[in-house]
């Protein structure tokens, strides 16, 4: 297994930055989720891991040792695609095999590799099948199987799932963290499904216009976002944003007024001479709640009904915007109904106008 680190690391096509310079280091065996809107360079920094792309700048070192310009097959690492790309006249244990074929290890030694990796992955039963013959979800895992027989020490996935219905991206969510605890392989894995990045990653790299905002636990990183960019790129319904002015500052914490003119308590603390700044209100949606004596107020515009919660998007008066607020499954909305809601100070974050989070 190894570790991989990345050091200054940029990409430019052209007069256009895919990437500016990135440092980051990945542990040996860790599991990282690149996350972030589509087109802020996730792809583009795998692909340089992966050696499918030159770097601009920077190197890449997997293992200690410095891969800035070898070849892919020279990295011991192995990619996934969102595209699945079999060999249609092979069965599925030829498609497995395949790499071990190419690189000429002894047949006993083959035949064990690709029945290991059946196994594992669920395909042992379909070993003689064509790729014509297989689900969606069934040619993935084939695709998978020949990308990790190989034992790579690392294993780059691009979006793996993103081809597959609902249902079937959360079994094979459950397959990764599995595979992941079997090969104990590091990996890195692009998505911008926040349920994979949530539920897979030991550690998210949230990137956004070229650049890695945050590095941290999912739950850090949902619980603390250090800017705007990360705030609308976790959490789904996104944190609800909305401009603010500090009006009051004190030990316990920041008192800012909203566009309509009501005052919202919060705990973060701002320094004292940001009185009169502009800021942004950022509250989840599940931290909103009723209250009669709410500062956020208006009319259910559309609610949204998922079982065991629901979502109320109320239009909010002035340049605030609609606000989503989470309610409980059972609650009865009507639409047009007003709505007033409420955030505890602990739950509101404050970003600045440099669009950095103050500290909690
Ligand atoms: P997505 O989630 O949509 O796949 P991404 O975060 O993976 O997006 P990249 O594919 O890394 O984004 O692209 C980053 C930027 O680089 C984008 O603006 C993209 O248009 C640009 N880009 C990527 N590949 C090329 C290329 N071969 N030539 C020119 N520009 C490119």
Redesign the pocket.
């Known amino acids: 297994m190894a570790s991989v680190e990345v050091s200054a690391l940029a990409?430019r096509?052209?007069t256009?930055t895919?990437?500016h310079p990135t440092d980051l280091t990945i542990g040996d065996g860790e599991f990282v989720v690149l996350v972030?809107?589509?087109?802020?360079?996730?792809?583009?920094?795998?692909?340089m891991i992966a050696g499918l792309e030159d770097p601009s700048d920077g190197c890449v070192l997997i293992g200690g040792r410095d891969v800035t310009h070898a070849a892919p097959s020279d990295r011991g690492v192995a990619m996934v695609f969102q595209s699945y790309a079999l060999y249609p006249q092979m069965t599925v244990a030829e498609n497995i095999a395949f790499p071990l074929k190419v690189a000429k290890l002894p047949r006993a030694e083959i035949e064990e590799r690709v029945r290991d990796t059946a196994a594992m992955l669920d395909l042992s039963a379909l070993l003689d099948r064509k790729p014509r013959a297989l689900s969606g979800g069934q040619r993935q895992r084939v695709s998978i199987a020949r990308a990790v027989v190989r034992r790579p020490r690392v294993l780059l996935l691009?979006?793996p799932l993103s081809n597959l219905d609902t249902s079937l991206r959360a079994r094979m969510r459950h397959e990764f963290a599995r595979l992941h605890q079997q090969l104990g392989s590091t990996m890195i894995y692009?998505t911008?499904d926040q349920l994979e990045a949530m539920t897979l990653a030991e550690r998210i790299v949230v990137?956004s216009a070229?650049r890695v905002e945050q590095v941290g636990a999912p739950i850090d990183v949902y619980r603390a976002p250090a800017s705007l960019a990360v705030a609308a790129a976790i959490g789904s319904p996104g944190m609800n944003l909305l401009p603010a002015t500090v009006v009051a500052v004190d030990a316990d914490g920041t008192t800012v007024r909203l566009g309509g003119g009501e005052d919202v308590r919060t705990a973060v603390r701002v320094p004292g001479d940001a009185i009169g700044a502009a800021v942004t209100l950022g509250i989840r949606p599940e931290h909103l709640r009723p209250d009669e004596a709410g500062p956020f107020a208006g009319a259910v515009e559309l609610f949204e009904r998922l079982g065991p919660l629901s979502f109320a998007h109320l239009g909010a008066r002035g340049e605030a915007g609609t606000i989503v607020a989470q309610l409980p499954g059972d609650r009865a909305v009507t639409l047009g109904e007003t709505m007033r809601v409420a955030v505890a100070p602990q739950d509101a974050h404050l970003f600045a106008a440099d669009e950095r989070a103050f500290p909690r």
Do not use: N, Q, W, Y
Request: glycine share 20%.
């Open positions: 990409k096509f052209g256009s895919a990437l972030g809107p589509s087109g802020c360079g996730k792809s583009t920094l795998l692909r691009d979006e692009v911008h990137m070229g």
